[in-house]
Each structure stands twice: as C-alpha cells, then as structure tokens.
C-alpha cells in the first residue's frame, strides 16, 4: 500500500458498494468498468483507497487485466482451511 495525501476517505456504504459490485462482476474488471458498473459515481481516488485496502486485506487481486474478486466466503471452504492450518 502506498502512502499518498488522501483528499477524501471512503464512507462505509461506498466500500459495500464497490465490493458487491465487484462480487457480482465473476470476471476481471477494469478500473474504468468497475466506475461504469458502480450505481453511483465516486472519485477515482475514492476508489483506488478502497482497491488497495481490499487488496490489502486479500479480498481481491489487482493485475494487469483489471481487478478480481477472490475471496471465498464459503463455509466448506472455511472448514478445509481451518483443517489444514491444524494439520500442520
């Protein structure tokens, strides 16, 4: 993450947007897409804060194709990570 002079931090209910926005998208989107995509308009900076906090928190990748959602929140898949943390 890198440190830059933020003008304007996210309210929680842009970051739900932009998350669920991303979850129903299945594919990578770009930047410009997801801004289209997004039911209300937001500023790119605004946007790019809550990118990297996501990042961050490993809820999405960000490549050179756009960005990904790849957080699972499956309850199998909880149980089989939980599994192979104790096995080891």
């Known amino acids: 993450m890198q440190k830059t002079t933020v003008l304007h931090y996210p309210r929680l209910d842009t970051m739900l947007m932009v998350e669920n926005t ?4 299945r594919l990578t989107v770009s930047k410009n897409e997801l801004m289209r995509r997004l039911p209300k308009q937001i500023m790119r900076q605004t946007l790019n804060v809550i990118l990297d906090y996501l990042e961050c928190k490993g809820m999405i990748m960000i490549g050179a194709k756009g960005v990904l959602w790849i957080h699972n929140e499956s309850p199998k898949m909880k149980k089989l990570l939980e599994k192979s943390v104790d096995a080891s």
């Open 22 to 25: 991303l979850k129903n998208a």
